[in-house]
């Protein structure tokens, strides 16, 4: 649908509104801002969003977002490199985070399982997660997947894989309402469920 017949201005609400969380008439007010900001604003913006491709990457060992081959997390050498927190995507690591509460490492699943989705669980990064658990000395996975039918399905799975091996599988504790986001949880909630964690 053309907003006034203006090709580059509807290309960029089309684009705008491919965002999650944004819709046709949140991306309309985003396009007018940046008709109607300084050029220089619109430069800086296309080349924020292009060095953003074209400088990072998905981190080799955990899949969060990476400078170089490694993330900051992985390499840090003060985290708990004994203890692993499941999340399913990046942006759950930036909730966590926030809350303070939490040192080890971290593996990102990339989803959670949902035929109904169409994903399975060969299109997670599942393999890579037992991988790292039977050769780093991992003594505690933490599972931090959001409350969902998909998300408690998920936990099931991924302790069923994990069983029999010599290591404790603990979930953030409750306090996080059920049908949820990690991102939009406040820290202090985040921060009373990954202390109040329990073994799953």
Do not use: W
Not at 139 to 153: Q, R
Not at 155 to 175: E, H, P, Q
């Amino acid at each position: 649908m053309q907003l006034l017949g203006i090709d580059a201005l509807d290309r960029l609400i089309d684009e705008l509104s491919r965002l999650p969380g944004i819709g046709r008439k949140t991306a309309q007010r985003l396009a007018i801002f940046v008709l109607k900001s300084e050029s220089q604003y619109a430069e800086n913006l296309a080349e924020a969003i292009y060095n953003l491709k074209k400088e990072t990457q998905l981190c080799d060992k955990c899949f969060n977002i990476a400078e170089g081959s490694l993330c900051s997390i992985c390499l840090d050498t003060h985290r708990d490199p004994s203890k692993i927190c499941v999340v399913e995507d990046i942006v759950d690591i930036f909730a966590i985070e926030a809350s303070n509460e939490y040192k080890g490492l971290y593996h990102v699943l990339g989803g959670v399982i949902s035929p109904l989705a169409g994903v399975m669980a060969e299109n997670l990064h599942l393999n890579e997660l037992i991988d790292r658990v039977k050769n780093e000395n991992i003594a505690e996975v933490l599972m931090a997947l959001n409350p969902s039918t998909e998300g408690e399905a998920t936990m099931i799975y991924i302790s069923k894989l994990l069983s029999g091996l010599n290591l404790k599988v603990t979930r953030i504790a409750s306090g996080v309402p059920i049908g949820s986001h990690l991102e939009y949880v406040d820290t202090v909630t985040i921060g009373r469920a990954i202390s109040s964690r329990r073994e799953l």
